[in-house]
C-alpha cells in the first residue's frame, strides 16, 4: 500500500538528552504546528531532524531514539555538529532565510555553507529512498531541503513528489542575487507540484524560472521535456477546533483548575480594570518586526498619552536560532530597548511592556491568546504568520482586535483586521487608538467574517487539497506524455 512521507527538517517534537534521561518537546514555528495536525491523523511517516547534535547523543540511545519516534509514526535522520553550523545555521539561516525575507544586508553567501546544504540534502533524500519506495507520496517541506525533490526525482524518475515552501518567494530581483540560483531552482523543479502560501511568491518563482532556466512557462505549468509541473498557492489555515476548543475549555476551569500564569493575568484584569492587554507573540526573528514595534508602542504612548497606564504590552518571544549572530544582536536590542522604555515610563502602578523571552507550554499560549483585548503583529515579511489566526480562533466570543502587517501572507485572507505597514509609526500609534476604542459590536461583525473563513478553510483541507493537486498534476502530466 502506498504512503505519504513527509519530509521536513524538523520533527514535530524536539528531542533533548539530559543527565542520561531522553525527553521530547514539542516544537515551535508554523511548518510543526500546522502539520502536526495533518500527520496525526494518517498513518504515513514523518522524516526529519530530531534537534541533537549527533555528538552529544551516546549511541546506546540510538535504540530508545528510533522506539520512541517510530511511536509518533516518525523517523530520524542525523545531524553531526559541522553539518548543523553549515546546512542549518550557514545556508538555512545565514543565506536563503534572510535572503527570502529580504534582508540583503544580513545574507551571507559562502561557498562553505551551499557544499553543506548539498550534503545534507543528500542525506535527507537517501533517508526517504531508504524508507520509501516509488509509489509513496513525497511531500517535501520548506528552505531547509530545496535539493531533495530533484535528488529523488533522479533515482526515482516516476515518483509523486510535492513541495511546500512556507515562507516567502522573493521577487526575481533579489533570488537572481544568490551565487547558486539556478541549483536552487533546479532541485525544486524535480516536484510534481510547487505550492506558496500566497499567489505573490508564486509569481515570484515563475519569473525566477522563466528568466534564469529559461523554461517554457504557461500559466502557472512549468514544462519540462518529459513532465510537466504545476505551480499553486495553498494559502495554510490552523486546525480551528483545536484552539476554539482550548479556549472553550479554559474559560470553564474553576479557580483551583486555572494556570499560574492565567491566575497572574486575572490578577492584572481586577487590579486594573480599564488596563487593556495587547499581546505580540513570536518566535525572536528579526523578520517578525519585534524591535520596530517597541519603537513604534514608545511613539503611540507619546503620541496619545492619556493611554499611559491604560495599556499594557506583552511580548512573548520565543528564542531562536540563537547561534545565528543576527539572533543574538537581536535578542541585545530587545532587552534593552524593553529595559530604557519600562524605566523611562513605568510608574509605581504601571510597567509598559512586559516581556518574556521563552517557550511556553501550549495551555500558556491559549490563557495569553483569550485574556487579550488586542493581538498586534507586526511582521517586516512573513510567508504565512499562523498566530494571526489563531488568535482569531480562540476568541470564543467574538470579541478582540487583531491589527496585522501588511507583509504578512495571512493578511491576505484577513482583510476584517486592521491592516498596518509595520514601518509606519504614525499609522500604527492611530490603529492602536482606533483598537483601543473599537465597539464590541464592531470586534464582533469583524472577526465573525475572519472566524467563519479560518474555520472553513482549515489545516486539514489546505493539506487535502494539496494531495489532490499533486494526484491529479500527476496523472494529467503522465495523459500529457502518454497521448
Ligand atoms: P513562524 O512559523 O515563523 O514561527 P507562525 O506565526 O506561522 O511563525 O507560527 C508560529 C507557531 O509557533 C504558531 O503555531 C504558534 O502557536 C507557535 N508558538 C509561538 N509561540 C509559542 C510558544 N511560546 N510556545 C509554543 N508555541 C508557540
Ligand atoms: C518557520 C520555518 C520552519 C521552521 C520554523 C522554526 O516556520 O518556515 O521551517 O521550522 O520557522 O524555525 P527553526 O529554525 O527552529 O526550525
Redesign the pocket.
Known amino acids: 500500500m502506498s504512503k505519504t512521507i513527509i519530509i ?3 520533527l514535530p517534537v524536539q528531542l533533548k538528552i539530559s543527565e542520561g534521561k531522553l525527553t521530547a518537546e514539542p ?6 504546528t500546522g502539520l502536526k495536525s495533518v500527520h496525526r491523523d494518517g498513518d504515513g511517516l514523518w522524516i526529519g531532524w530530531t534537534g541533537l547534535m549527533e555528538e552529544d547523543t551516546p549511541e546506546e540511545m540510538e535504540p530508545e531514539i528510533d522506539k520512541a519516534l517510530a511511536k509518533l509514526n516518525c523517523a530520524k535522520v542525523n545531524l553531526n555538529i559541522s553539518e548543523i553550523e553549515g546546512y ?1 545555521f550557514g545556508f ?2 545565514r543565506t536563503i ?1 534572510p535572503l527570502y525575507h529580504y534582508f540583503l544586508e544580513y545574507t551571507e553567501f559562502e561557498l562553505k555553507f551551499w557544499e553543506s546544504y548539498k550534503s545534507v540534502n543528500q542525506k535527507f533524500a537517501d533517508a526517504i529512498l531508504a524508507n520509501a519506495n516509488e509509489e509513496d507520496t513525497i511531500w517535501v ?4 531541503l530545496m535539493l531533495v525533490p530533484q535528488m529523488i526525482r533522479e533515482v526515482w524518475p516516476n515518483a509523486n513528489i510535492g513541495f511546500f ?3 516567502p518567494f522573493p521577487s526575481y530581483e533579489i533570488f537572481r542575487t544568490m551565487p547558486w540560483r539556478e541549483e536552487v531552482l533546479e532541485g525544486l523543479l524535480g516536484s510534481d507540484l510547487i505550492g506558496f502560501h500566497t499567489y505573490d511568491y508564486e509569481r515570484h518563482f515563475l519569473s525566477s524560472v522563466r528568466r534564469l532556466l529559461n523554461l517554457d512557462v504557461s500559466f502557472n505549468d512549468i514544462y519540462l521535456e518529459n513532465r510537466v509541473i504545476k505551480v499553486d498557492s495553498f494559502p495554510m489555515g490552523i486546525d480551528y477546533q483545536k484552539f476554539e476548543n482550548a479556549a472553550k475549555e479554559n474559560a470553564a476551569n474553576s479557580e483551583a483548575e486555572k494556570s499560574d500564569f492565567q491566575k497572574k493575568l486575572d490578577e492584572h484584569k481586577k487590579s486594573a480594570p480599564d488596563t487593556k492587554l495587547i499581546i505580540s507573540i513570536d ?1 525572536l ?1 528579526y523578520s517578525k518586526g519585534i524591535a520596530k514595534r517597541i519603537n513604534a508602542f514608545e511613539y503611540f504612548l507619546n503620541k496619545y498619552p492619556q493611554f499611559k497606564e491604560k495599556v499594557r504590552l506583552i511580548i512573548l518571544a520565543v528564542p ?2 540563537s547561534n545565528v549572530p543576527q539572533y543574538q544582536l537581536l535578542k541585545k536590542e530587545i532587552d534593552e530597548l524593553v529595559g530604557r522604555i519600562n524605566g523611562e515610563l513605568s510608574t509605581v502602578n504601571w510597567t509598559p511592556i512586559w516581556y518574556f523571552y521563552r517557550s511556553l507550554p501550549f495551555e500558556n499560549l491559549i490563557d495569553l491568546y483569550t485574556s487579550s483585548d488586542i493581538a498586534w503583529l507586526t511582521p517586516l515579511r512573513d ?2 504568520n499562523l498566530v494571526a489566526k489563531e488568535y482569531i480562533a480562540t476568541r470564543t466570543d467574538k470579541t478582540g482586535v487583531l491589527i496585522l502587517s501588511e507583509m504578512a501572507g495571512s493578511a491576505y485572507e484577513m482583510n476584517e483586521a486592521l491592516l498596518i505597514n509595520p514601518n509606519n509609526f504614525e499609522q500604527q500609534a492611530d490603529t492602536l487608538k482606533k483598537a483601543i476604542e473599537m465597539p464590541k459590536e464592531q470586534q464582533m461583525a469583524r472577526n465573525m467574517f475572519l472566524q467563519n473563513r479560518l474555520k472553513r478553510y482549515t489545516v486539514e483541507i489546505w493539506a487535502n487539497e494539496f494531495m489532490q493537486a499533486l494526484l491529479a498534476q500527476k496523472e494529467g502530466s503522465l495523459a500529457t506524455f502518454v497521448s
Open positions: 521536513s527538517n524538523r516544537s515551535v514555528g508554523g511548518l510543526a542549518y538555512s539561516n532565510w517541506h520548506d528552505y531547509q515552501l512556507h515562507i518566535r526573528d531562536s536560532r510567508g504565512m
